[in-house]
């Protein structure tokens, strides 16, 4: 079974510096691109940053210079570090793998920015 599962949310206090994990199962990710999105209460969701199959990778502007996306391939996991986290970062986080498109899609990870 393909199963993408987040993990390391939770409830994070204004700067702190949560990592996201996503670990696959089923498949292997380090052939897949790697997508990282967020939807906060009432808004849509919103890409936060990818990590192409090559190693490239993108951050959307709301999180450059706070995020870094990278890839453990003998764990299978892709992680995306956040730091100096803001009250407008809180939301479930999921992370997503595919090669055209993100078939595959994990259950997602909330994390509060809450003092």
């Known amino acids: 079974q393909l199963q993408l599962v987040e993990s390391g949310g939770g409830l994070v206090q204004p700067g702190g510096s949560p990592r996201l994990s996503c670990a696959a199962s089923?498949?292997?990710?380090?052939?897949?691109?790697i997508g990282w999105f967020r939807q906060a209460p009432g808004k849509e969701r919103e890409g936060v940053s990818c990590l192409s199959s090559s190693g490239a990778t993108n951050y959307a502007d709301s999180v450059k210079g706070r995020a870094t996306v990278s890839r453990d391939n003998a764990k299978n996991t892709v992680y995306l570090q956040m730091n100096s986290l803001k009250s407008e970062d809180t939301a479930v986080y999921y992370c997503?793998?595919?090669?055209?498109?993100?078939?595959?899609w994990g259950q997602g990870t909330q994390v509060t920015v809450s003092i």
């Open positions: 997503a793998a595919g090669e055209r498109r993100y078939d595959y």
């Open positions: 089923g498949f292997i990710l380090d052939n897949y691109d």
